[in-house]
């Protein structure tokens, strides 16, 4: 098993681009999730899905848009970046909401 | 905002127990105590979870107090590959909690 992946894992934009990010899990998991995490602090939630078809916002969702057409993928857009989009994206996933989440390796972008 | 407390720093010689504590006072009946741990800019990694019982997996053990009001994670033979931002978390077992909402965490340096 790959567990979870994503792609690409690094990206430079410029202001206003737009790009999506894709996160791919073998796991048969539900749950799946995107975090960002910024230079000294933790990671924070973006979106994430409890099932093919659905998705929910995180605590930081804007400026993000994201989909889960496949049960084993869940993609996250960004449609004019910014540079306070800066960050290093993790994908995780779980079997159900309570349980143990799984972390990819994680994106690094940087929008300048 | 994360429930839990820890030293933003520790040291551990190789081969020796790296002891980690967490403080977490508010926890509720129904909440778990999660360990993840973040290598060098990888994805976090789960190490374990408890909720009232001391654990102990392929990785290390969690030792809950009594009162539940703070826990130690052990790592028995702590090795340089141990080297990594550990983080505590604390977890509802109830519906709406599928966010893990990370702290700062502990930076564990083990030193040969």
């Known amino acids: 098993n790959a567990g979870v992946t994503q792609t690409p894992k690094f990206r430079v934009l410029k202001t206003g681009q737009s790009m999506t990010l894709l996160c791919a899990q073998d796991m048969n998991h539900e749950y799946m999730y995107w975090y960002r995490q910024d230079p000294g602090m933790g990671l924070r939630l973006i979106h994430y899905s409890v099932g093919e078809g659905t998705t929910a916002k995180g605590e930081v969702p804007d400026g993000y848009n994201v989909s889960r057409l496949k049960k084993q993928n869940f993609l996250l857009g960004l449609e004019s970046a910014a540079p306070s989009q800066t960050s290093v994206y993790f994908c995780?996933?779980?079997?159900?909401?309570?349980?143990?989440?799984?972390f990819g390796p994680g994106t690094r972008l940087t929008v300048l | 905002d994360a429930k839990t407390t820890q030293p933003p720093s520790m040291d551990c010689a190789e081969g020796r127990a790296a002891n980690l504590p967490c403080n977490h006072s508010t926890i509720s009946g129904n909440e778990y105590v999660y360990w993840y741990r973040q290598i060098h800019s990888q994805g976090p990694q789960y190490i374990i979870h408890?909720?009232?019982n001391n654990e102990t997996n392929e990785m290390a053990s969690l030792i809950i107090t009594e009162d539940r009001k703070s826990s130690t994670l052990i790592l028995p033979h702590a090795t340089l590959r141990d080297t990594a931002v550990y983080y505590c978390?604390?977890?509802?077992?109830?519906?709406?909690?599928?966010?893990?909402?990370f702290g700062k965490g502990t930076k564990l340096t083990v030193n040969p």
């Open positions: 408890g909720l009232k």
């Open positions: 995780a996933s779980s079997y159900a909401g309570l349980n143990t989440q799984y």
């Open positions: 978390i604390v977890r509802s077992s109830q519906g709406g909690s599928e966010k893990l909402v």
